[in-house]
């Protein structure tokens, strides 16, 4: 096996090519070799969330993702997200400590993406797989549901 390998990323909108060891997660490419940190580093056993991006739209664990996996499709991280939810976040405290919230948006960004008006519980199934150990969930869902325009 190489050492390592050419990698021909396409990260918020740019392409980007770098050499770096096979083993190496997309995790650790995008904060360490591309240095986009707002993706975080939690618990990499994919139980957390805060490591997710999104990859052709649909969110991934990227602590558990090799980026020759992900060559030529797009990858979006957190740098490339200009969405109603970071308001809505701001808005309804939903951003406590912080460090859950990238993953959330993303999370978040894809469930409105394919259903811009979910119901509450459609947004907990969304989110299911991002834990946050300060708000309690319910500011986040207030924020899903902030941005998707819905009133409750």
Do not use: W
Not at 14 to 39: F, M, N, Q, S, Y
């Amino acid at each position: 096996m190489a050492d390592k390998i050419l990698l021909r990323l396409h990260v918020n909108g740019e392409r980007v090519e770098i050499v770096a060891p096979p083993h190496k997660t997309l995790l650790e490419v995008l904060r360490e070799d591309l240095r986009l940190t707002g993706t975080k580093h939690g618990c990499e056993l994919g139980e957390c969330g805060t490591c997710t991006v999104l990859v052709g739209g649909e969110p991934i664990l990227s602590c558990l993702a090799l980026p020759v996996e992900y060559q030529d499709r797009e990858i979006l991280t957190i740098e490339g997200v200009d969405h109603p939810l970071q308001v809505a976040f701001a808005e309804t405290g939903a951003a406590q400590c912080g460090y859950c919230t990238p993953g959330m948006i993303l999370a978040a960004k894809a469930l409105l993406d394919r259903e811009p008006h979910p119901t509450r519980e459609v947004i907990g199934q969304a989110l299911a797989g991002n834990l946050c150990r300060c708000t309690g969930y319910l500011q986040i869902v207030q924020a899903v549901e902030r941005a998707a325009g819905l009133s409750r």
